[in-house]
Structures are given as C-alpha cells and as structure tokens.
C-alpha cells in the first residue's frame, strides 16, 4: 500500500468506508497497527491550490523538529482547482507522512473534517485549515508530554 491514498468519496455515508481495492477499515488498521503515528495533523482543503505546498513545507518542518512520529491528511473538498494536484504531487515527491483524501465532490468543511478524522491514525490528532489561519508552528504546545 503507498503512502497516499486516492479515496473518492460519492455520498457522505461513504465517509465511513474505505474504498480503496476492496479493503474494509479494520482490515487496513491491522495491517498498519505497527506503524501508527503518535500525531495526526488533518486539514480541509477546498480551492486551496496556492497554499498546498507552503502548507506542507511549514507542516513538514514543525512536526520534523518534534521528533516524534506523525501524519498529515490533506482531505480534498471537491475543489475546482488544481488542489488535489498538488497533494499528490507533495506525497509522492517529497513527504512519505503525507496522505491525501478526495471527495468527489464538495460537501462542505464539516464533512472534509469528519473524513479526515475518521482516516486519522494518531493517538492524538491536530486540525486545522488550510490557509494557514491556524499556524502550525503552534502545534508543538498543543502535543507537549
């Protein structure tokens, strides 16, 4: 299984589901057990294609000075734009901790919120947007032991 994971999602009870070749959610985290994330950082993103790759960088560099396992899920909104592009482009380029979400088609924050959480595999979990409205040099005071 690759690091990012194109899950298209129709209708919001697929939120739930993970569709990707067939396998059901408890199958995927047995398989994924020993390698959970001490901290999942989910972000929304709609028509946030500007933003994507300093987002990721500025994500990268503060959870790297933690020094303590992680994950980022980008969730796709059903953006018009070249959003999910570019986290497809950051994933297989340059961050392996990065996982990316599409829904097929906008559902609202809320929903992208929920997919995100939902797919999260961290004993804690971070949200926050995507227009950088909450800095993530901050998290480090949201995760102190």
Do not use: C
């Not at 994507?52 to 018009?80: F, P, Q």
């Not at 929920?114 to 800095?135: C, E, K, N, T």
Request: hydrophobic share 40%; no cysteine; charged share 20%.
């Amino acid at each position: 299984m690759g690091f990012l994971s194109n899950l298209t999602l129709d209708v919001p009870s697929d939120l739930m589901r993970s569709l990707e070749k067939g396998r059901t959610r408890q199958t995927e985290r047995a398989s994924t057990e020993a390698t959970l994330p001490l901290i999942s950082v989910v972000v929304p993103l709609f028509n946030e294609q500007d933003n994507v790759a300093h987002l990721v960088e500025r994500l990268a560099n503060t959870l790297n000075s933690l020094g303590k396992s992680y994950e980022v899920l980008l969730i796709d909104d059903g953006s018009g734009d070249a959003t999910w592009s570019r986290i497809a482009n950051a994933a297989a380029q340059h961050h392996p901790r990065l996982r990316g979400l599409r829904l097929a088609r906008h559902f609202g924050h809320q929903a992208a919120l929920q997919a995100g959480l939902s797919s999260a595999r961290g004993q804690a979990i971070v949200s926050m947007d995507g227009d950088l409205q909450h800095p993530p040099e901050l998290i480090p005071e949201l995760v102190k032991t």
